[in-house]
């Protein structure tokens, strides 16, 4: 029987092949890559400039979801793993900072590593079971995870640390003295820094070798292992740093938002990572700031149209954008680019 | 140890209710070989149906059947309009639908019925049992019926054309197909009968855990828990699973002391990595060899 080789995308394989038989048009693409990060960057950088303090609480909101996103594309779109427990990591990661600057008075600036090793390590050791258990089995422990956050936040040995339901109440942080900007305006650059610096890093990650190895047990595990790749460690890995990501993502947005409280990190938070997901399109890494926008502004959509129904709206678009664009932003964005070629050549 | 006499039986009690879930899970895992991340709301939904019917004024020996019916509709058409088109499609693309769904439904029936929590009747009576304070009538009548279901439903697999039909389409859909078995209406057939037996076990929970939209998703919970510790493959391992649940949350609930609390979900999540780190095809399960 053959084994079934699930490729969950136009895989990077293609584009490989793509790029050694027509290296101009690869080149061609580069360059658009380049204008368009340029053109995100100024617009990322003149946001706050333009809109409201609200607005721009926003747009940090929005960027903190896409950290988190990346960091679940890097699970799910590089290493094929699932889950649906994100919301976990995210809150280990909010409670970190929250609790360092609640109780030993830590600038907020170092609860982000702090909060990434934490996650990294909550990740890894999560992902050891994990990888004994393949495809559904581990979307099962990871909705577990997701299911039980909110009541392991609860539990009374822990209240001394995290306020029990009452949550943890932290200080919005000021810009550094010779800044001329508010505090929304600081964090909103706080957080573009740390996004985009995890951006480039994750990007690298997915170039090198270790990220050949993530994508080759993601299109064909028992080919990866027989290539010599070490599944255990790459795939623990791969939890590891998705976590870590996520985890920042949720220092930064327990950060933002000041409060952080048990009831804030539900299964509803990991659907929202997961549609993210996939509206940015999976295993595409720049699919994040989609994705962000996405959860961020669509629900608030869905809630002008009727109020209780945002829900439904996730779904139905959830269940559209899987027939009739699986590939998400990524298969827009690939499409309108082949169009571009055809048109000059 | 009379304590402990008690809260077995006050497990078993609450087991029933797991159980029931877990032979849905089960049922729809055998039919399509995926987890139903939505089955809870799809119990959930049900029971809203029998609630709004008896709203409507029919008796609730009339409203119970017809739920059933339109769960078993509602079902197929699930899986005939939503899943038929991307069935071979990767994992991801199953539980990004499933999820879909779970959140369609928790927020339509939230839309239509609100959020407020409803009773919901109880056709055993909740009097306790022979005068005693350890179960209910209403416990014992749950008990009973997923008992009789699961006699029902191995009779149906064991004895009966379609039954078998059904099973071999799970086991093989090739060899099946190649036999005369229309494998396409058989996952259909399953999953309307998932959809009926959970709108049995939503109409048995909702008298215990009342009524309203998100009324399922920790009960779920349990139920994949019992399902994953009965063996995903087997029909009675879930029901033992679901049974050894309550009776594990219970006891943990009395006798570890942080746990307390009403609901003990991590216990759940322990239970179901455990069980998936040390003995993945459960008690009751067949060990999968997958083939190179």
Redesign the interface.
Known sequence: ?A?PV???LPSTATDAVQTVEMPRVARRGGSIAFISGIVFLVVAIAIPLLFKNFLVFQFTQMLVYAIAILGLNLL?GINGQ?S?GHSAFYALGAYTAAILMDQFSVSYVWTLPAAGVICFVAGFLFGL?AL??E???L???T???A??TP??LK???LEHWTGGVQGIVIIKPDAPPGIPLNQDQWLYYFTLAVGLLLYILARNLVKSRSGRALMAIRDNP?AARSMGVNLALYKSLAFGTSALYTGIAGALGAIIVQFVAPDSFT?VLS?AF?VGL?VGG?GWLPGAIFGGAFVLFVPNIAEGV?K?????V???I??LL??LM?TGAAGFVRSVLSRIERARS | MELLGQQILAGIATGAIYACMALAVVMIYQAIDHLNFAQGEMAMFSTFIAFQLMLWGLPYWVAFPVTLVVSFIGGVLIDRVVFKPIHDAPILSHVVVFIALLAILNSTAGFIWDFTVKAFPSPFGSAPLFGSSLISAHQAGMIGVTLLLLILLFVFFRYTRIGLSMRAAAANPVSARLVGVRVGWMNALGWGMAAAIGAIAGILIAPVVFLEPNMMISILLYGFAGAVLGGLTSPAGAVLGGFLVGIVENLAGTFIPVIGGELKLPIALMLIVAVLVFKPSGLMGRTVVQRV
Do not use: C, D, K, N
Not at chain 1, 308 to 312: D, P
């Open positions: 029987m084994v699930e490729s969950t799910t699932f649906l079971p004994r258990l495809g559904i089995y979307a099962l422990a909705f577990a995870l299911i039980a009541q392991i539990l009374s040995p028992i299964l659907i997961l996939v999976v009727s209780g129904l945002s829900g439904a996730y779904g139905v959830l269940i899987i027939y699986p």
